[in-house]
């Protein structure tokens, strides 16, 4: 965490070098939607729209800063997120009968997001750090729950009126790269996260 922290307030430093620096607040709700085994060749919109109506919706909110020049930004953010994950399993002493837990967890979220805005439409994409705030109870034996995890988050944005910001992203795992990272020489922990669907609404000062 102390990691992440120290990288959030490096960025937060060299803000002032660029041209236009802008402070916001944001709020909006987060789902584990996913497109599991969807290709752009064998899509089954059937499984997608299955897979909304079975999401589990939580919360965000928090604050940002973006810093702008010659079209391009960088945007670090932090955000307090809540999210229900669903465990179902045959419970074999009672017969088999399948049982459902519900896991809910509090996390800050801290994307930082590097864009490409062409007048009111933004482009962006960037890594995303979970750290867990909350205790997790077992739900499962021998379930376990990373304090601080590592991922990522694409989207298109928009910007209304000079004070209305509007984001639809998308957050996935780097699982596919291993179970580590090391950028400058500190290492991450990537995690298997279930994607997610993010949708939010912000105003910029």
């Known amino acids: 965490m102390k990691k992440i922290l120290v990288i959030l307030f490096a960025l937060l430093l060299t803000a002032p070098l660029f041209s236009q620096v802008k402070f916001g607040l944001k709020a909006g709700a987060s789902t584990d939607f996913t497109f599991t085994n969807q290709t752009l060749q064998g899509t089954d919109f059937e499984v997608i729209l299955q897979n909304a109506k079975e999401a589990e919706w939580g919360f965000q909110g928090g604050a940002f800063l973006r810093a702008s020049f010659a079209g391009l930004y960088v945007q670090p953010e932090i955000l307090l997120a809540t999210a229900t994950n669903s465990v179902t399993y045959d419970d074999v002493d009672a017969g088999g009968v399948p049982v459902i837990y519900n896991q809910k967890f509090t996390k800050l979220n801290i994307p930082v997001m590097v864009g490409l805005k062409v007048a009111f439409l933004r482009v962006n994409a960037g890594p995303a750090a979970s750290i867990l705030i909350t205790d997790t109870k077992e739900v499962i034996e021998g379930a376990t729950y990373k304090r601080a995890t590592f991922g990522y988050q694409a989207g298109l944005g928009l910007d209304l009126f000079k004070r209305l910001t509007v984001d639809v992203r998308y957050e996935g795992n780097l699982n596919q790269f291993g179970d580590q990272i090391t950028i400058a020489g500190e290492t991450f922990t990537l995690d298997d996260r ?12």
């Open 194 to 205: 279930t994607g997610a669907l993010l949708l939010q609404v912000g105003l910029i000062f």
